[in-house]
């Protein structure tokens, strides 16, 4: 979970994600179910079917080229050397499609069985460059569905440097060294 040195990140795709979550009925729009049924198709590879779904997100205008070659190219570690991915050993695409399943699902659930519940999505990064700990949380509110993309820090890449700033809005409790408890705002991306 977060820690001391996290960043809390918002990508514009998880603000088009929430933007989808919030219109009325989006759990019965075709394009959700067809990307639901994506997810579902067991016969469908994972890195093929995250491509099937950035590919539809590209065409239908909600996902730029240059982010959708972002994705492939960081996040799944696709079309680049295997050192230039952003968690090497790490098989993201089988934990992105997993976990993006199971927000569709309980989505889907939610809205079919209650008062439908926008998802609000951020990126949590900050643990260590080696670690393994790469996770996707999805926490069912009495308003929301909370997900947290979990990860540890991306592979330094000096095209991406994140410049950060304090965000005041979102803090984090937590115990220095000298058993203090510290509340301070997270960083966020300029």
């Known amino acids: 979970m977060p820690g001391v040195g996290d960043i809390v990140l918002k990508p514009p795709i998880f603000v088009t994600f929430e933007q989808q979550s919030e219109t009325p009925g989006w759990h019965n729009d075709p394009k959700f179910q067809a990307a639901l049924a994506i997810l579902q198709d067991g016969s469908i590879g994972d890195g093929q079917a995250l491509d099937m779904l950035v590919d539809t997100a590209g065409s239908a205008?909600?996902?730029?080229?240059?982010?959708?070659?972002?994705?492939?190219?960081?996040?799944?570690?696709?079309?680049?050397?295997?050192?230039?991915?952003?968690?090497?050993?790490?098989?993201?695409?089988?934990?992105?499609?997993?976990?993006?399943?199971?927000?569709?699902?309980?989505?889907?659930?939610?809205?079919?069985?209650?008062?439908?519940?926008?998802?609000?999505?951020?990126?949590?990064?900050?643990?260590?460059?080696?670690?393994?700990?790469?996770?996707?949380?999805?926490?069912?509110?009495?308003?929301?569905?909370?997900?947290?993309?979990?990860?540890?820090?991306?592979r330094y890449d000096p095209a991406n440097v994140i410049v950060t700033k304090p965000n005041p809005k979102i803090r984090k409790v937590f115990l220095d060294a000298a058993n203090n408890v510290i509340v301070k705002p997270i960083e966020e991306p300029i």
Request: hydrophobic share 35%.
């Open 61 to 154: 205008g909600q996902m730029p080229a240059s982010v959708s070659q972002h994705f492939k190219d960081h996040w799944l570690g696709r079309h680049l050397d295997p050192q230039e991915h952003y968690w090497p050993g790490v098989d993201t695409a089988k934990l992105i499609r997993a976990g993006m399943r199971h927000v569709c699902e309980s989505f889907a659930a939610v809205a079919q069985s209650a008062a439908q519940k926008p998802c609000e999505y951020f990126w949590v990064t900050g643990r260590s460059t080696g670690s393994r700990g790469w996770e996707i949380v999805v926490a069912e509110g009495t308003r929301q569905i909370t997900v947290l993309f979990v990860t540890p820090q991306p």
